[in-house]
C-alpha cells in the first residue's frame, strides 16, 4: 500500500515544532504501527487507511498527558493532514518517508 514504510513527520504544536517518527503499515482498512519522538516509542491505535486517506491515534505523556488524534493524506512520498489535541484544537503535520 502506498502508506506503508516508515515515514518522518513534523507537527505544528503550540510549544512549537515537534518531529517524530512514524512506521506504517496496512492491512485491508487497518493501519498499525509506532509513533516515536524524544526517545520514546508507543503503538499507534485505533488506525485506518481508505486509498490515500489515513487516520490515527497515540497516547503521549510528554510535555503532558495527551491522546492525539491524526488525520491525514499520502501523496506519493509526502503525508500532511491535522493533528486534533482535543480541547485544544487541531493543528498542522507535515512529513515525507524516511
Known amino acids: ?9 513534523t507537527m505544528s504544536t503550540p510549544m512549537g515544532d515537534r518531529d517524530a517518527g512514524l512506521t506504517l503499515a496496512s492491512s485491508g482498512g487497518t493501519l498499525t504501527g509506532k ?19 489515513v487516520a490515527w491515534k497515540v497516547k503521549i505523556t510528554n510535555p503532558m498527558p495527551l491522546t492525539l488524534a491524526f488525520t491525514g493524506k499520502v ?21 515525507s518517508r524516511a
Open 1 to 9: 500500500m502506498a502508506v506503508d514504510g516508515n515515514w518522518k513527520i
Open 35 to 53: 509513533q516515536s519522538a524524544e526517545g520514546n516509542e508507543t503503538e499507534i491505535f485505533d488506525g485506518s487507511v481508505n486509498g490515500n486517506d
Open 75 to 95: 501523496n506519493g512520498d509526502a503525508i500532511e493532514g491535522e493533528m486534533g489535541i482535543g480541547p485544544m484544537g487541531s493543528f498542522p503535520f507535515k512529513g
